[in-house]
């Protein structure tokens, strides 16, 4: 049994935010923001360890009179701005009048609008260019695949592997908060192969997508399909995996050859049917050009051979872009890739008359999206696209 007697409930939990005064200097930091360190003070902070939030009260400095809290995400150290209460209420509280003002309930009929953006190629660290320089509600579908995980310390650019999900918690956070309401979000991802360190250790597996549909429940989507993209037999034998059993025959060491991935598809949480999306979209003609007309993928199951390009170590197929593009948006719709390496994604939502964000840290692979998008665009459109370099 683990004693967990000296531990805090947040060490147990392994949260971000461990302490007090950890919660206290996010606290400070958005005191800060709002301009509001000089007449507010924080009261104790507490852990709610069932909804993993700590809450932070706040204060009159001269009366202690308490005026609202600061709930901070204890995970990811995120302020849940939806939950901390409004600086108006704030100010209204320190002065004294107008104090049951409340949040405006948006009462008012919303209908989905066409996006303001164009084509923008990005390099950068993703989570920071969707929180500070996209506006809320301007993409419409996100098509992405995560980053690999490589558990050897040499080779990952994650301390382990609760750091690298606590990234694409990140992302996929700040990837919520920037596509419209009920809108997808497809990715495309697999159970990662950790191969043995030498003859005396087992090979281990990974199962990134269950814990990454966890992350997605969590941030506020809706799980819609999983589909699995199956590979021709023969591509899974390079991973090594049932060549022991195929040789041995005995029970136990059978292992599968794996021949497939997922595409799972989540849907930005709302209170509308899908069927609003379509029958209040502003460009009905957009619409209507974009029904998906003869042959379609009847199934869950897609069979598509993958692609290789000496360029990238991992890129996913154009094919299976095209046909995610087609079947969750529209055309002129705008097409967000946060892990967009040499940029299959905005290919497939050029050729299918999308626009595209792609993001991409590393500026070798950044550069070679701009060079390919000429061919996408044309050099007239290229010129227009924006380019954060
Ligand atoms: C699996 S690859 C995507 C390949 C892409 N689907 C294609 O077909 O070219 C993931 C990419 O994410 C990039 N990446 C990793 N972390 C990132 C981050 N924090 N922000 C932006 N890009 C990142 C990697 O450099 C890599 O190119």
Not at 145 to 154: D, I, K, Q, T, V
Not at 276 to 283: A, E, Q
Request: positive net charge; hydrophobic residues 40%; contains cysteine.
């Amino acid at each position: 049994m683990l004693d967990y007697s000296k531990k805090t409930v947040a060490q147990q939990r392994g949260y971000l935010v461990k302490s007090t005064e950890e919660a206290k200097q996010i606290g400070t930091f958005w005191l800060e923001q709002v301009a509001l360190q000089n007449a507010v003070e924080f009261g104790l902070p507490e852990i709610d360890d069932r909804s993993h939030v700590w809450r932070v009260p706040l204060v009159r400095k001269e009366t202690t009179e308490r005026l609202g809290e600061i709930v901070i995400d204890a995970r990811t150290s995120l302020i849940q701005e939806e939950q901390t209460t409004a600086t108006k209420i704030l100010e209204a509280r320190l002065l004294g009048r107008n104090a049951d003002y409340q949040k405006p309930t948006s009462k008012k009929k919303n209908y989905p609008k066409i996006s303001a953006l164009h084509n923008i190629v990005a390099c950068g660290d993703s989570e920071t260019v969707l929180t500070e320089e996209l506006p809320s509600n301007s993409v419409d579908l996100v098509f992405t695949s995560p980053p690999y995980f490589n558990a050897r310390p040499e080779y990952t650019d994650y301390l382990d592997y609760d750091e690298y999900l606590l990234k694409l918690r990140k992302v996929i956070r700040a990837a919520h908060h920037v596509l419209n309401e009920g809108r997808f979000f497809v990715i495309n991802v697999s159970p990662v192969l950790i191969r043995r360190e030498n003859r005396t250790k087992a090979s281990r597996r990974i199962a990134v997508p269950f814990d990454l549909h966890r992350l997605f429940m969590e941030e506020g989507f809706d799980f819609i399909d999983d589909i699995i993209w199956v590979k021709p037999s023969g591509a899974g034998w390079a991973t090594g995996r049932g060549r022991r059993f195929a040789a041995d025959r005995n029970p136990l060491q059978y292992k599968a050859v794996p021949v497939t991935e997922y595409v799972l598809v989540y849907r930005k949480q709302t209170e509308h049917l899908i069927d609003w999306s379509i029958r209040f979209h502003p460009d009905q003609q957009a619409v209507a050009d974009s029904r998906i007309e003869g042959a379609y993928e009847t199934t869950n199951i897609w069979r598509i051979t993958p692609a290789h390009d000496s360029r990238h170590p991992a890129i996913f197929p154009l094919e299976l872009a095209e046909k995610v593009i087609k079947y969750y948006s529209f055309k002129n719709d705008v097409v967000l890739d946060p892990f967009a390496g040499i940029g299959t994604t905005g290919k497939a939502a050029a050729k299918l008359g999308r626009r595209f964000v792609l993001i991409e840290k590393e500026p070798e692979y950044a550069q070679i999206i701009l060079k390919e998008a000429k061919g996408w665009l044309g050099e007239k459109e290229l010129e227009k696209v924006v380019k954060r370099l």
